[in-house]
Each structure stands twice: as structure tokens, then as C-alpha cells.
């Protein structure tokens, strides 16, 4: 309490309080001058709410040494409220094929049409059922700043092993602001910075990251710009992981990139396992070409969705605004299936064709 007292007192402003009816009240209030309490003005006030306790969590290096990583999809019951039992079943397909990581509520696990309880949540039951076997990264990131601390706080309570977090969108920044906004969240644990100025509108330039990764909780980059970037940064000893399906064999074998953070592993992660660890593989990157066009033809994660109902692994339920790819590009994932092999995708069902009729497309969860 004699904390409390000390910051919110008024004992050193010159504010009085006047009594109704008072003659001199417009007089005096002429004269008031009102200042602040101490928090109100105290730039370091709120402290981050970490812990240096050891916790069931990996260090940074852990986080560096990462090369295969998925986006995890989320997956819905026809309600539209997370569908655990084949989210479990998803994360369990991963492991069975070699995936270190998973990044848990990204863009392509819709983290972006979930509230932060839901998101949260999802983060920690990822943890509680498969911390022990590989790698929990949380997407807390955001384009408040101040949510973005709250969930990255919350994040590493529930045990993620590390977090990813985007520049601010729509409302953008400065260059300084985007140091200031990710040095915010970096003094709480491992951290990677997510580059995708195709959906952020703004890139996050090789200034920022080299100043930022004077923190030693940085644990690298997801760069999306290409791999002449990613060159510059592997030249200087920054840890990066291509974003990019298409690129990212290249980016491995050829630009010094750690490895993949990849949507296509949802559906394949044997074959990107493959692209990844065992050499440089032109003929197997040429033959995956033509799924990973078709997937990227609408934004991410609208041809996962569809496909891996399509699969039979999750129910066809959308959450709105995402809506399932047309007849046509249904009927060609099937052929794609086909061309590279069912056995090559994840779970057992045959590949079939759905019709309009068969999703569920949700506004209200």
C-alpha cells in the first residue's frame, strides 16, 4: 500500500477541490493547474510480467537449431469452435513425419478469426499434449503493441517454447516504431519476426532486424521478401527460415537459409521433410511445383482448408470470410493427389471431390 500511496498521490500537485456554491469557483478554477499521477507519467511503470525461473521450455539456441517447420492448420466443428480431437490427430501426422515445430495460430491456423482466449488456449493444449516431442512457437503477435505484450505474457505462462511476431498492419509504423514494438515483446523469450509485406503492406527492412538482434532472444527471421534477402542476413549470422513453399528449397541448399516454416508440410510433410534435410533435390522440388502454385492461387490458407477436406483428415467447416476453392480447383486438387501419389499426404481416406453443398461455412462461433 505505501507503493501504491507513492504513485498515485496528489500530494505534489497544486489540484485543489472547491465546494459547491463557492463565490470564488470560477475564480479559482481559473487558476487550478492539474498534473498527473506519477504511473500516469512513469515510462517503465508497467514492467513486463516475465520470469526467469527455469521453465519446460527450450532456450533460444534450441529455437535456432529448428529446420522443418509447420504452420499448423486449425481445424472446426460444424459450430464453428476448434475441432481438438482432429487438431490432435493433424499435430500427431506431423511428428509421425519428422516436423520439429509447429507454429500454432498463424496465419494459415487462422489466428486472425480467433479470440485471444481462443487463441491462448489453443497455444497451451498444443503445449500440454505435444511440448515434449517437438516445438511449440505461439503466434502472438500484433498489430497493438500493447496485445501484442498480453498474449506473448501469456504465451510463454501457458509453456510455448517461443514466439512469432509480425510488424504492425494496417496502422503502420516508422522504422523506430517497429524497434520499439519488438523490443516490447523480445525481453519475454525466444522470438522470431515474421516478413510478409504482402499481407502486412509493409516490409521490415535489414535495419530493423539488425539492430533488434542485439537481443540475445532473438532466434531468427521468417522472411517472405526472397531469397536475395535472406542471403544478406545468413551472410551476417542471422538465423532465417524461408516463408516462401516455393522458394524455400532453393533458399535451404543455396542461400544459407536454416530451413522452412511451411504451409504445404500440412499436406505433405514427408516430401518437405525430404526437400529440407537429406540434399539438394531439384527433380523432387520440380515435381512439387504444381501443388504448391495450386495452394497459393487464393490466399492462405483458403486451398489448405479445402484441400485437406478434401483429404478427409478435418470436417469441410470454414470460418467466414475464408470459403472453399470452386468446383474446378477441387476437382484439379484431385488430380494433383493422384500425380504425386496418395500415399504421399497425410491420413487414409481416399481424395474425393466435394460438392458445394458439403461445407459449412460459419460467421458466428
Given at each position: 500500500?505505501?507503493?501504491?500511496?507513492?504513485?498515485?498521490?496528489?500530494?505534489?500537485?497544486?489540484?485543489?477541490?472547491?465546494?459547491?456554491?463557492?463565490?470564488?469557483?470560477?475564480?479559482?478554477?481559473?487558476?487550478?493547474?492539474?498534473?498527473?499521477?506519477?504511473?500516469?507519467?512513469?515510462?517503465?511503470?508497467?514492467?513486463?510480467?516475465?520470469?526467469?525461473?527455469?521453465?519446460?521450455?527450450?532456450?533460444?539456441?534450441?529455437?535456432?537449431?529448428?529446420?522443418?517447420?509447420?504452420?499448423?492448420?486449425?481445424?472446426?466443428?460444424?459450430?464453428?469452435?476448434?475441432?481438438?480431437?482432429?487438431?490432435?490427430?493433424?499435430?500427431?501426422?506431423?511428428?509421425?513425419?519428422?516436423?520439429?515445430?509447429?507454429?500454432?495460430?498463424?496465419?494459415?491456423?487462422?489466428?486472425?478469426?480467433?479470440?485471444?482466449?481462443?487463441?491462448?488456449?489453443?497455444?497451451?493444449?498444443?503445449?500440454?499434449?505435444?511440448?515434449?516431442?517437438?516445438?511449440v512457437i505461439g503466434n502472438t503477435g500484433s498489430n497493438s503493441t500493447r496485445e501484442a505484450i498480453h498474449a506473448t505474457e501469456q504465451g510463454f505462462a501457458v509453456g510455448m517454447h517461443a514466439a512469432l511476431h509480425i510488424n504492425p498492419y494496417y496502422g503502420k509504423t516508422s522504422l523506430e516504431g517497429l524497434v520499439?514494438?519488438?523490443?516490447?515483446?523480445?525481453?519475454?523469450?525466444?522470438?522470431?519476426?515474421?516478413?510478409?509485406?504482402?499481407?502486412?503492406?509493409?516490409?521490415?527492412?535489414?535495419?530493423?532486424?539488425?539492430?533488434?538482434?542485439?537481443?540475445?532472444?532473438?532466434?531468427?527471421?521468417?522472411?517472405?521478401?526472397?531469397?536475395?534477402?535472406?542471403?544478406?542476413?545468413?551472410?551476417?549470422?542471422?538465423?532465417?527460415?524461408?516463408?516462401?513453399?516455393?522458394?524455400?528449397?532453393?533458399?535451404?541448399?543455396?542461400?544459407?537459409?536454416?530451413?522452412?516454416?511451411?504451409?504445404?508440410?500440412?499436406?505433405?510433410?514427408?516430401?518437405?521433410?525430404?526437400?529440407?534435410?537429406?540434399?539438394?533435390?531439384?527433380?523432387?522440388?520440380?515435381?512439387?511445383?504444381?501443388?504448391?502454385?495450386?495452394?497459393?492461387?487464393?490466399?492462405?490458407?483458403?486451398?489448405?482448408?479445402?484441400?485437406?477436406?478434401?483429404?478427409?483428415?478435418?470436417?469441410?467447416?470454414?470460418?467466414?470470410?475464408?470459403?472453399?476453392?470452386?468446383?474446378?480447383?477441387?476437382v484439379e486438387f484431385v488430380k494433383l493427389v493422384k500425380e504425386l501419389g496418395r500415399e504421399n499426404f497425410i491420413g487414409d481416406k481416399d481424395v474425393q471431390v466435394l460438392e458445394d453443398d458439403d461445407f459449412i461455412l460459419v460467421g458466428r462461433y
Amino acid at each position: 500500500m505505501a507503493t501504491l500511496k507513492s504513485y498515485c498521490s496528489f500530494k505534489d500537485s497544486t489540484f485543489s477541490l472547491l465546494r459547491p456554491g463557492s463565490a470564488d469557483n470560477y475564480k479559482s478554477r481559473r487558476n487550478v493547474t492539474w498534473r498527473s499521477p506519477r504511473a500516469a507519467v512513469l515510462p517503465n511503470f508497467h514492467l513486463p510480467m516475465r520470469s526467469y525461473e527455469i521453465k519446460n521450455r527450450t532456450n533460444v539456441d534450441d529455437i535456432k537449431s529448428l529446420r522443418f517447420v509447420t504452420a499448423i492448420k486449425t481445424p472446426y466443428l460444424p459450430d464453428g469452435r476448434f475441432d481438438l480431437e482432429a487438431y490432435d490427430s493433424l499435430v500427431n501426422m506431423q511428428i509421425a513425419n519428422g516436423v520439429e515445430a509447429v507454429i500454432v495460430g498463424g496465419t494459415t491456423g487462422e489466428g486472425q478469426l480467433m479470440s485471444w482466449d481462443e487463441h491462448i488456449m489453443l497455444i497451451g493444449h498444443t503445449v500440454n499434449c505435444f511440448g515434449g516431442t517437438l516445438k511449440v512457437i505461439g503466434n502472438t503477435g500484433s498489430n497493438s503493441t500493447r496485445e501484442a505484450i498480453h498474449a506473448t505474457e501469456q504465451g510463454f505462462a501457458v509453456g510455448m517454447h517461443a514466439a512469432l511476431h509480425i510488424n504492425p498492419y494496417y496502422g503502420k509504423t516508422s522504422l523506430e516504431g517497429l524497434v520499439a514494438h519488438f523490443e516490447s515483446v523480445l525481453s519475454m523469450g525466444p522470438t522470431i519476426i515474421y516478413n510478409v509485406p504482402s499481407r502486412t503492406s509493409q516490409d521490415i527492412p535489414p535495419g530493423v532486424i539488425h539492430t533488434i538482434a542485439q537481443s540475445t532472444n532473438l532466434a531468427g527471421v521468417k522472411e517472405c521478401v526472397g531469397n536475395d534477402r535472406i542471403k544478406q542476413y545468413t551472410d551476417n549470422g542471422i538465423i532465417v527460415w524461408s516463408g516462401n513453399d516455393d522458394e524455400c528449397h532453393d533458399a535451404r541448399w543455396g542461400y544459407g537459409a536454416n530451413g522452412v516454416i511451411s504451409v504445404a508440410s500440412n499436406l505433405i510433410p514427408g516430401l518437405m521433410r525430404q526437400l529440407m534435410f537429406e540434399e539438394k533435390n531439384v527433380p523432387l522440388n520440380s515435381k512439387l511445383m504444381p501443388l504448391i502454385e495450386w495452394l497459393f492461387e487464393e490466399p492462405n490458407p483458403i486451398a489448405l482448408n479445402t484441400a485437406l477436406a478434401q483429404l478427409g483428415v478435418v470436417r469441410p467447416v470454414f470460418r467466414l470470410p475464408y470459403v472453399p476453392l470452386p468446383m474446378a480447383k477441387r476437382v484439379e486438387f484431385v488430380k494433383l493427389v493422384k500425380e504425386l501419389g496418395r500415399e504421399n499426404f497425410i491420413g487414409d481416406k481416399d481424395v474425393q471431390v466435394l460438392e458445394d453443398d458439403d461445407f459449412i461455412l460459419v460467421g458466428r462461433y
